[in-house]
């Protein structure tokens, strides 16, 4: 079983930035991708950034340029960097790991953008 813990959500004021952290744990014997999903209020959810085992990173149209995803495989950890916050950008964001038993998903923390 895996287990996925994020962190490092919270309050900003439009135009600041925030970094996610999500760590994987657990009987991994390998991780496929790491992906980061967000669900605004009254949304659906959305895939934000993911990134591959071979190192390929892709984002939703929404954020490109503003949001980078990394990950240090050795920690199994990935990380989602936002700059330029908006208001828009409010929601619950969600770590999912695809690892050799299957999808995992975090509990999501809470990212709020102020005008």
């Known amino acids: 079983q895996v287990q996925v813990v994020e962190s490092g959500g919270g309050l900003v004021q439009a135009g600041g930035s925030l970094n996610l952290s999500c760590v994987a744990s657990?009987?991994?014997?390998?991780?496929?991708?790491m992906n980061w999903y967000r669900q605004g209020p009254g949304k659906q959810r959305e895939l934000v950034a993911g990134?591959?085992?071979?190192?390929?990173?892709n984002y939703a149209g929404s954020v490109k340029s503003r949001f980078t995803i990394s990950r240090d495989n050795a920690k199994n950890t990935v990380y989602l960097r936002m700059n330029s916050l908006k208001p828009e950008d409010t929601a619950v964001y969600y770590c999912?790991?695809?690892?050799?038993?299957?999808?995992?998903w975090g509990q999501g923390t809470q990212v709020t953008v102020s005008s």
């Open positions: 999912n790991i695809i690892t050799n038993w299957g999808s995992s």
């Open positions: 657990g009987s991994i014997f390998r991780i496929n991708s």
């Open positions: 990134s591959t085992s071979a190192g390929r990173t």
